[in-house]
């Protein structure tokens, strides 16, 4: 397993988490990773990307809320989820690959195309009531 996610949780409005996704250091290192999510009955969204060098980005949706790192010692990405509003309940992954910029919470080529990142983790539930 490449990509493990962990910090799930059952929070109220306002409320803050950290997720975690532990990476292999294959898998983490020169690469970009991403955090995205997906609601019952709602197409995946990218939320937050970070490239190699550590630039972030982050969706307009959770702007000023959510918060994006990498822990490069401990091949370790991170998502601080703050001020939670019943809409951010999703499933959270994590996912990693080659990229060339992160912008609005996903990453991209050179070619300015949406990054596929070939590498996913199984995923960690956020619930907001």
């Known amino acids: 397993v490449q990509l493990v996610e962990s910090g799930e949780g059952s929070v109220q409005a306002g409320g803050s988490l950290r997720l975690s996704c532990a990476a292999s250091e294959y898998t983490y290192r020169s690469k970009c990773m991403g955090w995205f999510r997906q609601a019952p009955g709602k197409e995946r969204e990218g939320v937050a990307g970070i490239d190699s060098e550590g630039s972030t980005s982050t969706a307009e949706s959770v702007e000023g809320r959510f918060t994006i790192s990498r822990d490069n010692a401990e091949n370790t990405l991170y998502l601080q989820v703050n001020s939670l509003k019943p809409d951010d309940g999703a499933m959270y992954y994590c996912?990693?690959?080659?990229?060339?910029?992160?912008?609005?919470?996903?990453?991209?080529?050179?070619?300015?195309?949406?990054?596929?990142?070939?590498?996913w983790g199984l995923g960690t539930q956020v619930t907001v009531s």
């Open positions: 996912a990693a690959g080659p990229c060339v910029y992160c912008s609005g919470g996903y990453c991209y080529t050179a070619s300015d195309e949406i990054a596929n990142f070939g590498v």
